[in-house]
């Protein structure tokens, strides 16, 4: 069975450029997360999706991130225009509850560099 | 006072050597627990859900203190393939769906 597919896995972009990321969840999964690792921090939530429903996006920094998932199967995080800070590794997991546990399975991240 | 804290490292310690790693949270409604295992650049992976009576995985063992809101994670007879960072991730902040994660510690084992 396949995990959690990102793309790509390594983006290099300039300031002021746009960027998007996609997630491919494991096959099923209704929760799809986005999560983001800056540099010498710990991995922080970014949002989550129920199938295509934005669950919880208190995490997203600004309104230059924007989230989708469409259909409910992948997802794409776009960051636009891109700032400096932005750079980092960006996660994604899915999971799906079954009794009570909420076991998250990540891909293998986008680092993305903004220079 | 951070949400999750753990000890960063780096832990050096040599093959067969017992290892310890210990965790603190902030939220006392925590609901679940979690060590996950990342090496470098790649996913974090589940190592093993922590139960509130403690559970133990092969040379594993991780014990949950819900009153002291400590969670910890021991490593016996260690191996050069559990050099990793490893993550601890407490879920049901304010949600189930709610993960916070540690910022990891560093394990290097050596020969």
């Known amino acids: 069975e396949a995990g959690v597919t990102q793309f790509p896995s390594h983006s290099v972009i300039e300031k002021g450029q746009t960027v998007t990321l996609r997630c491919d969840p494991i096959s099923g999964h209704d929760n799809l997360y986005w999560y983001r690792r800056v540099m010498g921090k710990e991995i922080k939530f970014l949002l989550h999706f129920v199938k295509e429903s934005k669950q919880d996006e208190s995490g997203m920094p600004n309104n230059r991130f924007l989230a989708e998932r469409t259909g409910g199967t992948y997802s794409t995080l776009k960051v636009q225009p891109a700032e400096l800070e932005d750079s980092g590794v960006y996660f994604c997991?899915?999971?799906?509850?079954?009794?009570?546990?909420?076991?998250?399975?990540f891909g293998a991240g986008t680092r993305l560099s903004v220079l | 006072r951070k949400e999750v804290e753990q000890d960063p490292g780096p832990f050096n310690v040599p093959e067969g050597a017992t290892v310890a790693f210990n965790c603190t949270y902030s939220n006392s409604a925590s609901q679940s627990f979690f060590w996950y295992r990342q090496d470098c650049r790649k996913e974090p992976k589940l190592l093993m859900s922590v139960y509130s009576s403690g559970n133990e995985d092969g040379r594993f063992t991780a014990q949950l203190n819900r009153a002291s809101q400590y969670i910890s994670l021991l490593i016996r007879d260690s191996k050069l393939s559990d050099s990793a960072t490893y993550l601890c991730v407490v879920n049901g902040w304010y949600n189930n769906n709610d993960m916070r994660f540690g910022a990891g510690t560093r394990l290097t084992v050596k020969p």
């Open positions: 997991a899915s999971s799906q509850t079954t009794s009570g546990k909420n076991i998250q399975y």
